[in-house]
């Protein structure tokens, strides 16, 4: 179940907030493209926030991401849809990958890599960077790790996230080196 919390302001040297007993980084922010009072904050450990009114409330929204060993969730990056306020992304941390919301961070679906079952351990991905294009929200961009997947470092969808394919491979002929982070 999901608990309502109170955010007190961030400590101002580190980013980091009390939230429940715990103090958390938080990595990431989006808002709402069509309401400015719906926020999303991505933290170090427990995965995907949210409120919707300006952060007096805060609610956990992390309902089908997957945890890592230690029963936490990395949201590094999240990014909104540009003009449907339901649709969100989030990049988790290893073992992580991308996922999608279609209704506000109520229920999150792996969409990168894609699931499988049983879980395959090996296809994790370590993503740290999204972006979407506001001229066609279709098309989203992540990056990750070259540590976790040395022949992907840029990621591209451009059907909303079925389907991904490498747009920047350092070990593709022609690239000047394998030095590549997103």
């Known amino acids: 179940a999901t608990r309502a919390i109170i955010i007190n302001i961030a400590e101002p040297t580190t980013g980091d907030v009390p939230i429940c007993g715990m103090t958390l980084s938080v990595l990431s922010l989006a808002v709402d493209p069509t309401n400015s009072n719906t926020i999303y904050a991505g933290t170090s450990r427990s995965g995907v926030w949210k409120t919707t009114d300006n952060g007096v409330l805060w609610w ?19 990014i909104a849809h540009p003009s449907d306020p339901l649709t969100l992304y989030a990049a988790t941390g290893y073992p992580g990958g991308i996922y999608k ?4 961070g109520d229920a999150w ?23 979407i294009d506001p001229a066609d ?10 540590y976790t997947s040395p022949n992907e470092n840029v990621i591209l969808t451009t059907d909303g996230g079925s389907v991904w394919n490498s747009v920047l491979n350092p070990n593709e002929p022609g690239c000047p080196s394998n030095d590549f982070y997103a």
Do not use: Q
């Open 137 to 146: 929200p279709l098309r989203v961009y992540a990056g990750n790790a070259p």
């Open 101 to 104: 919301t279609t209704n506000g």
């Open 109 to 131: 679906n792996l969409v990168e890599p894609p699931p499988s079952n049983p879980p395959d351990p090996s296809s994790v991905g370590n993503y740290f960077a999204l972006t």
């Open 60 to 78: 956990n929204k992390s309902s089908g991401i997957i945890p890592n060993a230690s029963n936490a969730v990395t949201a590094r990056a999240l």
